[in-house]
């Protein structure tokens, strides 16, 4: 099986920053994508960031400018640094890989999620 493992997650104030890491592992042969979403309470998950095989990226138009998505392909990780942090910044944070086992089949797997809460 994949395993996503989170880290990162806490609590910092308003303008604040915090560096959100995920680390997958297990049978993979390949990363085809890497993402972060979040959930806050009463709303939908949403897309904040995303990061594909080939290096292109995705930005939810609330983080533009403040969060940065990285990838280190040798250690099947991502990395979500978050500046200029706000209160409806506050939600929990999930990663999500999108890539294929040794035997070619295609999978999806999700973090447990790291909680993110901006406060003063």
């Known amino acids: 099986q994949v395993q996503l493992v989170e880290s990162g997650g806490g609590l910092v104030q308003p303008g604040g920053s915090l560096r959100l890491s995920c680390a997958a592992s297990?049978?993979?042969?390949?990363?085809?994508?890497m993402g972060w979403y979040r959930q806050a309470p009463g709303k939908q998950r949403e897309l904040v960031a995303r990061?594909?095989?080939?290096?292109?990226?995705n930005y939810a138009d609330s983080v533009k400018g403040r969060f940065t998505i990285s990838r280190d392909n040798a250690k099947n990780t991502v990395y979500l640094q978050m500046n200029s942090l706000k209160p409806e910044d506050t939600a929990v944070y999930y990663c999500n890989v999108d890539g294929r086992k040794g035997g070619g089949q295609i999978f999806g797997s999700w973090g447990q999620g790291t909680q993110v809460t901006v406060s003063s």
């Open positions: 297990g049978s993979i042969f390949s990363i085809d994508a």
């Open positions: 990061i594909t095989s080939g290096g292109s990226t």
